[in-house]
């Protein structure tokens, strides 16, 4: 049963408008999620990341958003370029278990000039 | 970018034969990991390092084994391949199991076992 899900493998926005990439966990015992940005042929880049402890965190264009209750998280992207396209991987970690991440499925973003 | 490379990044080998995967740093990085990555699953972690000599498994490590002998080397092997691992293998790294716990990754292995 997959404890990270991005239920959207697709999505597709104009330049200039902003991107929404939507992630799903189970495990409560998360505490800390990232996201990654991944180009084809490349390995994954590491983007942004956000404390259990927090609801929102910000780095320029980029803000990811934490729903404990829901247990979701969405990452935003303002406003979106065509050198964001690109696949989005949420992670999620838990607490002191060797800082192994569990992986969603991916969503791949294309920005449309 | 961290400074970390795989090699092979391109494989292709039959089905039964030995596949050994590398994975070097020169970050002087405690963590390592190997993933491998297929449409749907995203990335799942097969084994990971937290130290020479230190390792345990992850989520999908049957079939697979990895060695650790130095810092800086991450070895990834699969006994005997089969058409299921056939997979992008990328190596991570990590400074320490605190903080954010960010990974860096490398550049990626594309192994195809036929």
Same mark, same amino acid.
């Given at each position: 049963?997959?404890q990270?899900?991005?239920?959207? %493998? ?7 408008? #902003?991107?929404?990439? @939507?992630? !799903?966990?189970?495990?409560?015992? *998360? ?12 390995? %994954? ?7 259990? #402890?927090?609801?929102? @965190?910000? !780095?320029?264009?980029?803000?990811? *958003? ?12 303002? %406003? ?34 | ?75 990834l ?18 400074e ?8 860096y990754?490398?550049p ?7």
């Amino acid at each position: 049963d997959q404890q990270v899900k991005q239920n959207s %493998p697709s999505l597709s926005v104009q330049e200039g408008r #902003i991107s929404i990439l @939507n992630c !799903d966990y189970t495990n409560s015992m *998360f505490d800390y999620f990232l996201w990654y940005k991944k180009y084809p042929a490349e390995g %994954p880049t590491f983007l942004i990341s956000i404390s259990s #402890i927090k609801d929102k @965190n910000e !780095d320029g264009r980029f803000t990811v *958003f934490l729903n404990k209750s829901a247990k979701h998280l969405s990452l935003h992207i303002v %406003p979106s370029q065509p050198g964001d396209s690109a696949v989005y991987f949420c992670a999620a970690r838990v607490h002191n278990a060797g800082n192994m991440l569990t992986f969603g499925g991916g969503t791949r973003l294309m920005v449309k000039p | 970018d961290a400074g970390i490379t795989q090699s092979p990044r391109h494989k292709v080998t039959e089905t039964g034969t030995p596949v050994t995967l590398r994975c070097h740093q020169t970050e002087n990085h405690r963590y390592m990991y190997w993933y491998r990555q297929d449409p749907g699953h995203g990335l799942r972690l097969i084994h990971y390092s937290y130290g020479v000599k230190d390792t345990d498994k992850g989520e999908v490590s049957d079939g697979y084994s990895v060695s650790r002998s130095k810092t800086e080397d991450f070895l990834l092997t699969l006994e005997s391949a089969t058409s299921s691992q056939t997979s992008v293998y990328f190596c991570a790294i990590s400074e320490s199991g605190q903080g954010i716990g960010e990974q860096y990754f490398g550049p990626g292995t594309r192994l195809t076992v036929t």
